[in-house]
């Protein structure tokens, strides 16, 4: 019998139980004791159980189970998605947690991280989308598996809120003279995110027969972007087509008269790119060198091209847009989406607003 208790001449009981074995073959045992034969009976009990559950398959490490789920999601998500997932893991969380059994995963452990993760200076919000991805790989341990995790004393840091302002008036205002008088494809592109709210993704995207000028709409079903190589070695990346950010980001869009009659001065076959004028793909990165240098020209302040959506956004909202539909347009889930990340009013719509009251009596 491998697990045995005797006793010893001091008059304690010892326990012993099977822990592995050596390379020739031979076993290991782990020794236990108690003042009474129960106790070294129960602590045997309690040894040979932790031992089987550590090398049961029930007991996957972190990186066991990362592999598993990875495998399992890649055909239900975008590659985008899953290229996202895979580096966040393979970047930050199996190198502290990898090697750690699913069965250990606490809030405490989870927390030891995220501080770790701060000392090293990341934002609050990536800390925030790492812990998201893992929260999902352990969703897929509790359904597989039926691991527990108590979870909700995790404690995460708080995001601090990006106020991106919208162009000023006068910016505005020399940089739409500038693509007026210099319209081509590019200015066309500028002006289509400037009045429309487009990610420069789904700009990149967008083909002639995504534009119905009979019917004056616009239809948004792609986007483009640069993602990583298929291996986490391979630091190679590729250009992907694919469907827009969400399932809302799918719409179809008004198009202003005066964009309506560039449009058609620029048409060119359906298959063609808008911004390429052909059925080469003109990725974000290189359409933002080239917007960069239209600023230039035009003397307008360098900003990232992604606040043209948000000036678009908060002109909607200062010409009395409601914000159900400004939502619709720009794609959003919910419309606090729209008002919490891309509303700015300033201090003068705001009074213009507050007199509006003296109006009413």
Known sequence: MNNSITKRKDGRFMGRFVIGRRDNGKLIYQYVYGKSYDEALRKVQIGTA????????????????????LTAVRNRVKESTYVNYRSKFEKHILPELGNT????????????????MLAKG???????????????MLIYAHEEYGYNFSLKNISLPKKSKKNINKLDDDEQKRLVYYL???????ALGILLSLYMGLRIGELCGL???????????????????????????????????????????????????FLAEYLEMLKRNDGSFIL???????????FQYHYKKILSASGVTYHNFHQLRHTFATN????????????????????????????????THERKLMNTLALLF
């Open 50 to 69: 932790l031992e089987e559950r550590y090398k049961s398959t029930e007991c996957k490490s972190i990186s066991e189970l990362y592999r598993e789920w």
């Open 101 to 116: 059994p699913c069965v250990d995963i606490t809030a405490k452990c989870i927390n030891v991280f995220v501080d770790k």
């Open 122 to 136: 990341y934002s609050a919000s990536y800390i925030r989308d790492i812990v998201t991805v893992f929260k999902s």
């Open 180 to 186: 007026k008088e210099h319209m081509d494809r590019y």
């Open 207 to 257: 083909k002639w027969s995504d534009v119905d000028l009979k019917s004056k709409r616009l239809y948004v079903r792609c986007t483009v972007q640069r993602i990583g190589g298929e291996y986490a070695d391979n630091k190679k990346t590729k250009i992907v087509i694919s469907s827009p950010k969400s399932e809302n980001s799918f719409r179809v869009i008004a198009i202003p008269d």
């Open 276 to 286: 390429s004028g052909n059925e080469r793909i003109i990725e974000p990165r290189a």
């Open 316 to 347: 909607c909202v200062q010409n009395g847009f409601d914000v159900k539909t400004l939502s619709q347009i720009l794609g959003h889930k919910t419309v606090n989406i729209t008002l919490n990340r891309y509303v700015h009013p300033d201090n």
